[in-house]
């Protein structure tokens, strides 16, 4: 099991930053594969970025450029760094971590609201 915890959500001008961390705890060397996905009001959750245990990272179009992933192995933490937000980067952000034989683990969600 892997349990995951987001903070760091919060409102936000437009144009502004913040950057969201994931504490995971648990069985953490079984994941290998961190991301954040994003939930507007009545869309569907989309990813917003990830990193495998190697460190390739991908990124949606629509924040490249503006976001940034990263990993703390060290402090088991996984990082978003967001910049330059837009008010259509507002979304509930939720953690999620998977293992190679498809197990999938989430955090609560935290909320990210930026106003225009």
């Known amino acids: 099991q892997v349990q995951l915890v987001e903070s760091g959500g919060g409102l936000v001008q437009a144009g502004g930053s913040l950057r969201l961390s994931c504490a995971a705890s648990?069985?953490?060397?079984?994941?290998?594969?961190w991301g954040w996905y994003r939930q507007a009001p009545g869309k569907q959750r989309e990813l917003v970025a990830s990193?495998?245990?190697?460190?390739?990272?991908n990124y949606a179009d629509s924040v490249k450029g503006r976001f940034a992933i990263s990993r703390d192995n060290a402090e088991k933490t996984v990082y978003l760094l967001m910049s330059a937000l837009k008010p259509e980067d507002t979304a509930v952000y939720y953690c999620?971590?998977?293992?190679?034989?498809?197990?999938?683990?989430w955090g609560q969600g935290t909320q990210v609201t930026i106003s225009s």
């Open positions: 999620g971590a998977w293992t190679p034989w498809g197990s999938a683990y």
């Open positions: 648990g069985s953490i060397s079984s994941v290998t594969l």
């Open positions: 990193v495998s245990s190697r460190g390739n990272m």
